[in-house]
Structure formats: structure tokens, C-alpha cells
């Protein structure tokens, strides 16, 4: 495993490096009787953790959930202007 620097000296290619080290470990895990038992959840936080040094995870590309929009409704011949989601075009009734 890389050696922890001190302060900035520790960079992403030497985080990036231990992470490997780290799945490597999880991968040849062993467990009882000496058998290679893998611990895949290890595995895959690193592998996440990798991806995100990498740049492939943002906060841009979060998945915006989806709105439905509603400008009014009528009720009872009453209109409730509702405003939800994004403003609405007029539409003709």
C-alpha cells in the first residue's frame, strides 16, 4: 500500500493507487479454513470511490426526479391555480 504523505503532498494518483491496493485485499480476503472468501461490498465502495476521483460522478449528472406540471385545475367550476413544476405555456379549453 502507498505510504500516507504528509499534508498536500498526498495526491489523487496516490489515493487512486491505494484503492487498487484495497480491492486487491478485498478480492483475495481469506476467511475460515484459509479459503478466499471476497468481500465484494469493499470492493465495489472502492471501486466507486475511484470513479468519483476520476471525475465520473458529479453532482451535474445526478438524475433530477420528474415533476409533473400543473398550472390550474378546475373544481366545481372554481380554478385553483395550482403552479407546480415548471411554468406553463396558456393553452386554449
Known sequence: M???????????????ENLEVIQEMA?????????INPDISIF???????G??????????KVQP????????KIDGIEL???VGEKLEKQDD
Open 27 to 35: 478480492l483475495n480476503r481469506k476467511g475460515k479454513d484459509d479459503e
Open 44 to 50: 465495489l465502495k472502492a471501486e466507486e470511490l475511484k
Open 2 to 16: 502507498a505510504r500516507k504523505k504528509k499534508g498536500c503532498e498526498y495526491s489523487k494518483s496516490d489515493s487512486f
Open 66 to 73: 420528474q415533476v409533473n406540471k400543473m398550472g390550474s385545475v
Open 81 to 83: 391555480d395550482i403552479k
Open 52 to 61: 468519483k476521483l476520476c471525475g465520473l460522478y458529479s453532482e451535474k449528472d
